[in-house]
Every structure is written in C-alpha cells, then in structure tokens.
C-alpha cells in the first residue's frame, strides 16, 4: 500500500500579488496570502480567506514577507548558458571538456535561477549538455530554472554560428528534416533555426540569406507535424515575411523589420524576442574580451535595431523577454534578464507590459499556461518578491530579495541564506 507523502504546506503573507494578466484587467491584490502547498499553488487571494482555507487542510507554516511585492519568476526566452563568443571569455569556454562544461552550465543554471528567473528557453547549447542539465534539475540534483530547449540550433553549412557545436550544420530540405527531427529525438521542446546571418560570424553580414524557402518550409513542417514551435535567428525584413508566410512561430533579435513585415508578424501572431542587449551591451563584450570588428558591428546595429524594436511594437506585434546574454550575467548594475525587461519597458512597452513580456507571455508561448506564469491555483510556485511594485517601474525587479522555484525558497536576502 503506498501513501501519499505529506505535502508541506506554506501560507506567504504580507505580500501584494500581481502578475501579467494585470494587463488584460486583473489588478494588483493588496494584503493577500498565497498559499502553496507541495510544488504547486493550492489558493491564493485576500489574506484571511487563504489561511482559513489553508486552516481547514491542516498544519502549516507562514512565511511573512514584509510588504514585498509577488510575482511569478522571471521567464527568459534566450538564453545560451554554454555561450562563447569569439574572444578569451569565449575561449575558455570553447576548451571546456564535456565534464567542465556541464558543471559550467549547472553553475549558470543556479545563478539564473537565484537571480529570479525561474524559466528559460534555451536556444542553441553545446553538444546536447542542456538535456542533460534539464534532467538533473528536474531530479533536483542542481539548482536551476525550468528548462525548455531547442537542443543544437539547426544552420546551413558554414551559416550563422556553424563554428561551435550548439549548432548542427544542415543542408537541403531533406537535411532540415533530419535536422528538425534528430533534435527531437535528443528531447527538444522547441526547433531554433539561423535563417539569415549574424553580429557575430566574420563571413556573413546580419542581413545574408542563408535558408533557401524549401528548406525554411521543411523546417517549420516537420517541426509542427511532431507539435514543436520554431523559433528563427533573423535580421533582414525580407527573410524574415517569408518565414512567417511560412509559418514561423518567433522571431529572434529582428534587427531590420519594416511596418510591412511588423504587421505580418502581428496578423499571423508571430512573436518578437528582441533581445536588445545585444546591440548595446559593450561592458559584456569588453568583459570577454570580444574582437573589435565584432563589437564595432555589434553596437553599430543598435540604432536601427531599437527602430525595429519600435516598429514591431507600433504594428501590435508581440514581445518576450530575452538576453541573449546568459540570464544571471552581471550587467549594468543589475542582472542581463532584468536589464533587458528595463529596456524592453523604457523603449516602449512600459511597466506593466513588461511584467507581462517577462512572465506570462513566454509562458503562453511555451504552451505553459496551465503549470506556469500567473500567481493562480494550481501554477507550480515559482514565485518571486522584491519591495517595489514592478508594475510601476521595471527597475522594481532590481530588488528581487526572495526567490521561491517548486514550492521551495532558494533565496531569502534578509534571512541572509540562498541555495549553493
Ligand atoms: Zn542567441
């Protein structure tokens, strides 16, 4: 006869609850509780209705939060924690042994998810470590956010980022499916494809083709056929309407996008990771020591990238958060996630949006809604406090104190203690 462990059972009090449907009509919840119990999120709501429901179940603890603000954790849409660009950061990172590099990532992996960010999507990691980091987090043998992955990103021979092994080099529509379903099989939740090439390759400018239509379509087909999303590497507007013709489900970075393509992508619901740091993000590049003709390229692009940006958003089209940058990274005085969600909120979107773009609009995008992204019964609680209201000023996150993944608290700043 098997029982059902006791689950433990917590009631966070002293808190104000919101979350990214505070865009679509749900506001902020003054002096609520919310009550988790095992993993998940059993109630949560004004305070004295939660601890008498929670009452009514049995023992538990409390935990005051001391006025903080609560949100779900931060959902970062690109993120590569095995990252090396060209320059002698990258470098030790390229020389890693397979062992090194998966200690490398789970570091990574712990200081994303103590930064707050509590999901992320990887987009192209080395040698297919990312499963094997997924596995261990959800055995819970390393710290680390939730993982959905693309595996190795799928590029032409000798395209964008062929020169490392997060990428698979393919060619021809039959190689694309190969490609699409070889990732599939290793345990992709999602296909990243380079379609066009990149800030960082020395033979191709951001606006090379590199996908021919047929071998696009094969990607997006066999990709939809086994229910994964594809998400596109992509500068040129050009590049970028046919792959939504196409079918394409995301665009990354979208450095040149016109009103027309915009509005494309906002008819069809394609969604915009803009990943704005990437073209200003010199302290990063400086850091590990990346190449002149590299940063010069690089910071060169962020004018019009940040147009583009601006234009996406005046078309309707939807936004994510994404770094690029590892998630956790230390920049500009916060962490790369947060700075990016800054930027993001500053150039257009503004707080509460944000919220959203950082939260519950990658979780919808992931096909995550029901386990993930709101403060709501049932989402597991990954759950995230700081003491300002993030629905005013992004910067809010900045302070995130206290960090909660699955139910258990891996940071708590006042308490002076996080997960190591
Ligand atoms: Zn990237």
Redesign the pocket.
Known sequence: MSQEPVKRSTVLVGCTVLDGRIVEGVPALPDAAVWVRGDRIAAAGPRERVLAQAREAGEHATVDLDGAYLTPGLVNM???LS?SLPGTGGDGVKTMNPHELALYMADGARRTLLAGVTTVRC??EKDHADFALRRAIRAGRVPGPRVFTAGRALVCTGGH?HESPDTLECDGADGFRRGVRSQVKAGADLIKVMISG?IAGEHEHITTRQLFPDELAAVIETAHAWGRRVTA?AGPAEVIGEAVALGLDCV??GYELTGEVAALMAERGTALVP?LL?TRCKEFFDELGVPEWMQARSLGAGPRHLESYATALAAGVEVLL?S?MPPFWHFEGTNASVRELEYMSEAGIGPARALYAGTLGPVRWLGAEEELGTVQPGRYADLIAMDADPAAHTSAFRGVRWVMAGGRVVRDDRAGWSVS
């Open positions: 690109h993120t590569h990252l987009v192209a980022g990149g590497h990354e970075h990943t990437v994404g690029d």
